[in-house]
Structure formats: structure tokens, C-alpha cells
């Protein structure tokens, strides 16, 4: 597999569950984010982690919970959601962090909330 | 006002027409522009990366970056249906990355 692989493809959830979305990256980066995406907004960057260590956490509500157990992989922990949490949630990664770096993003996983 | 500005669309083309499509930006930190283009139910792919103004071309695309006037632009030549996608604007300064809100384009065979 090549590139940035992110599962579910799609998730619906109530209210209540805990639910995992995964991430993994073929490209040998250093860097991976978590980004949501919502209709006619630009893309939100939620987490950001180098070299496994989070480096950024743009305000998320505590219900998000991001994992990097190694540079290769990425989780988002999802649990007691709202429904305006329902989006797109992508994984992208970079060879680092640095600004002249440019991100390669997964297909993402349609998140629904019920 | 909006860090990066670019409009919706939708921007409806017949086949073999040029396109253009633009943003523009208000901070003048902004060093590296990038253009992505996210078919339906796909992740955005990088299609375009430039530094500082001027042109870049790769096949049918052109990328422009007027910093003076804080305008990019993306042009397609020779327009296909298979270009239908919605194309993110990008752009990095100071270690922060900001997109605009995507503009979707139609190629009508």
C-alpha cells in the first residue's frame, strides 16, 4: 500500500458510543494531523504530532482523543459526540513539520452522528 | 475578514475550456501556496506547490502567485470532465497552514 490509509471509510454513532478511527501512512514521514472537514468551511486542524510527540491541539473538545503510538500511525478516539461532530475527518502527513513541507491527506472517514 | 478568501462556485466550463481559479489572501507572511484538488468522496491531493510569486506549469496547470497583490491563481488548460472536482487553495508562513474554502468546478462534456 502506498500513501496515507485511513479506516472506516465511513462511521455512524450514537451519541453514547466509543468509536476509533484509524490512520496509517506508507510515505516514511515524520509528521502526521488530524483535520475536520464540514461543508463550505475550510479544513479545521485539530491535533498535530512529530515524531509521535503532539506538538499542536487546537482547542478540541476533550471528546476527541488523538493516539500516535509511532510515526507510521495515527488514531482519533472518539466517544459522548455531538452531532455537530458529523463530518469528514482526515489524516495527512509530512515529512516534518517544517512550513516548506507539504501535507498528503488520506480519503478519510465520514463520521455520522445520530 | 478571512485569512484566505476564494469563492464556492460552482464554476461550470464546457470540455476544452480554460479555467481559472483564484484566491486571495490578507496575510503577507504567507510564503508557500499549494493547490489541491479533492474529487467526491476523496481526501484532497496535492496538485500544485509554489514558492514566492511567479509562475508553474505541470502538463495542463499553471500556478501563479502574485504576492504583491496577495492573489494566486490555478489555470487548467484544455479542460476534461475528468478535472470535475472541487480545488483547495493552500498557503503556509509562520508555521501556520491555512485553506481556503474549496472551489468546485464542472466540466461538461
Known amino acids: 500500500e502506498t500513501g496515507v490509509t485511513q479506516t472506516p471509510r465511513h462511521l455512524v454513532m450514537g451519541m453514547t458510543n466509543k468509536k476509533s478511527l484509524k490512520c496509517e501512512q506508507h510515505?516514511?514521514?515524520?509528521?502526521m494531523y488530524w483535520y475536520k472537514q464540514s461543508a463550505k468551511k475550510p479544513l479545521e486542524l485539530m491535533f498535530v504530532?512529530?515524531?509521535?510527540?503532539?506538538?499542536e491541539n487546537n482547542s478540541v473538545p476533550s471528546r476527541f482523543s488523538p493516539e500516535c503510538p509511532n510515526s507510521s500511525h495515527l488514531f482519533l478516539h472518539l466517544h459522548t459526540l455531538q452531532p455537530e461532530d458529523s463530518a469528514l475527518y482526515l489524516c495527512?502527513?509530512?515529512?516534518?513539520?517544517?512550513?516548506?513541507?507539504?501535507?498528503?491527506f488520506g480519503d478519510g472517514t465520514r463520521l455520522s452522528i445520530l | 475578514q478571512k485569512e484566505v478568501e476564494q469563492d464556492p462556485g460552482p464554476l461550470s466550463v464546457p470540455e476544452g475550456a480554460i479555467v481559472s481559479l483564484n484566491c486571495t489572501y490578507s496575510n503577507s507572511a504567507f510564503q508557500y501556496f499549494m493547490w489541491y484538488r479533492q474529487y467526491s468522496r476523496k481526501g484532497p491531493e496535492l496538485l500544485m506547490y509554489?514558492?514566492?510569486?511567479g509562475n508553474k506549469e505541470d502538463g495542463r496547470f499553471t500556478a501563479q502567485v502574485d504576492k504583491s497583490s496577495k492573489y494566486i491563481s490555478l489555470f487548467i488548460r484544455d479542460s476534461q470532465p475528468s478535472d470535475s472536482a472541487t480545488y483547495l487553495c493552500a498557503m503556509t508562513g509562520f508555521q501556520k497552514l491555512v485553506f481556503g474554502t474549496g472551489t468546485r468546478l464542472l466540466v461538461s462534456p
Open positions: 504530532y512529530s515524531l509521535e510527540e503532539r506538538v
Open positions: 509554489t514558492y514566492s510569486s
Open positions: 495527512a502527513s509530512s515529512q516534518d513539520t517544517r512550513e516548506n513541507q507539504p501535507q498528503h
Open positions: 510515505l516514511g514521514h515524520n509528521a
